[in-house]
């Protein structure tokens, strides 16, 4: 499952993974019946942006937090360590419980082991009291399998949930990757893209109870249309019975450029019956969008004069509001929903954030083909509450940040790229309604190693 890998980023929302099982069946044909709305929905704010190589959720427990961590094994090999860090003690330690064990690795240790499964890239998330990864089994030659693994919150076992999907494979092909993935009321929602297929991107759901694992079948583009390669749910958010997902349509000429028709299309699928919806009301290019009980919060950015606007649609009511027009930056560029520097609308479903380059992104001083870092928040009606995070403004002219928000208080990842200040670096967190208040004092968490040399 180890890889030898030099200088290495960590990858939360790409990772090598496997293509469609024939095994499979269509939700369009069997609807989920067993939806739950009971269980945990997903995070809307805690969420993967498109193009991320940074950023990763935050899995916070009663008394500390749980989180993944690049580990060099004793063989030099690297792997991704499932780790705990205690509020009280302000301490980590390698989430394993099995006695006097190395975390070096080993079939049974859950924090580095966990049998052939490589971890490295995978989505890691606390959801209903466990933790779930994403593991890609390479000890087949020939196949390359995705499995749900799940542990509890001490580390004693890690099991085998569900098999994603499988991919036959070889020395030379090139392994499809995760477009996006989250948990929603009981279930995986994993969009996985066949990188040896033009791209072409399969929807999973597995039902966490059973193990069950179906396809969600989406809408073809009309005649003379394609769906631009990478773009196909590189966005997915839910919001009760409701999976939305985005597909970019486009007509291409002999240059492969796209004129004239350039179109992103919003889809909702409803998981209780069945019923996939398109939600015509969208713009047809916009940078970002998040959903709060049948309400689109989305961005759309003028690159031309720099500036961002915030809307809100009301599905029920079919209705448009302005919540913030042409807000003005110095310079932006991220148009296009499945770009990563975009204008990112998310929320806590108690405040809406925006950050003008993506919930994770790099700043780099004197960049001109760089998008302004900047954070707005807003209430749920578009009133502006808060311009930029006071107290956190890094000294340092070359940094990566990841921005997430749960239950009203926000976490700030952030990573000094030149090392020249790594008393800086590590993961912060304020409460949002102090940090309104004017409060500049951030709580500074563990550090994430985002490279090893």
């Not at 067993?34 to 945990?40: A, G, R």
């Not at 749960?406 to 940090?435: C, K």
Request: aromatic share 12%; hydrophobic share 35%; net charge negative.
């Amino acid at each position: 499952m180890k890889k030898v890998l030099s200088v290495i980023l960590a990858i939360f929302t790409a990772i090598v993974v496997t293509a469609c099982s024939e095994e499979n069946g269509s939700l369009s044909d069997n609807p989920g019946n067993d939806f739950d709305s009971t269980l945990p929905q997903c995070e809307p704010a805690n969420l993967p942006d498109a193009g991320n190589l940074i950023r990763q959720c935050i899995m916070k427990g009663e008394d500390g937090f749980y989180y993944t961590d690049m580990t060099m094994l004793a063989d030099k090999n690297v792997t991704r360590a499932l780790c705990y860090y205690d509020m009280t003690t302000q301490t980590s330690i390698p989430l394993c419980a099995k006695p006097q064990c190395m975390h070096d690795g080993n079939d049974f240790c859950v924090a580095t082991g966990g049998g052939a499964y490589s971890f490295y890239g995978s989505l890691t998330a606390l959801y209903n009291g466990c933790i779930y990864r994403l593991g890609a089994d390479s000890s087949d030659a020939e196949e390359w399998k995705l499995s749900l693994l799940r542990t509890d919150l001490q580390g004693n076992e890690l099991s085998e949930v569900a098999v994603i999907c499988t991919f036959k494979t070889s020395e030379d092909s090139i392994k499809p990757q995760i477009a996006s993935a989250l948990f929603h009321c009981g279930k995986l929602f994993a969009a996985v893209s066949d990188m040896e297929n033009n791209a072409k991107t399969t929807l999973y759901v597995a039902d966490i109870a059973s193990g069950d694992v179906r396809t969600i079948n989406m809408p073809s583009p009309e005649e003379g249309v394609t769906e631009a390669i990478g773009a196909t749910c590189s966005d997915m958010i839910a919001d009760g019975e409701w999976l939305y997902y985005t597909i970019r349509h486009v007509k291409e000429d002999k240059h492969h450029f796209y004129f004239e028709y350039d179109r992103t299309m919003l889809y909702r699928y409803n998981v209780r019956t069945g019923v996939t919806e398109n939600i015509p009301a969208m713009p047809d290019i916009y940078s970002s969008f998040t959903v709060v009980h049948d309400i689109i919060y989305y961005t759309t950015v003028d690159t031309t004069n720099n500036t961002f606007s915030l809307y809100s649609y009301d599905i029920k009511k079919d209705k448009t509001e302005a919540l913030s027009e042409k807000v003005q930056q110095e310079y932006l560029k991220g148009e296009y929903l499945y770009q990563q520097d975009k204008v990112t609308v998310c929320t806590d479903r108690s405040y809406l954030y925006v950050c003008t380059n993506g919930m994770e992104g790099q700043y780099v001083k004197d960049n001109g083909l760089q998008s302004d870092v900047d954070f707005y928040i807003y209430d749920m009606e578009g009133k502006e509450l808060l311009h930029g995070l006071t107290g956190m403004k890094p000294d340092s002219e070359n940094y990566s940040y990841g921005f997430s928000a749960i239950d009203g208080t926000i976490y700030f990842n952030l990573s000094d790229y030149d090392m020249t200040g790594e008393e800086l670096t590590g993961l912060y967190m304020v409460n949002t309604e102090d940090l309104i208040n004017g409060k500049k004092d951030w709580t500074k968490l563990y550090v994430l190693h985002q490279y090893i040399a």
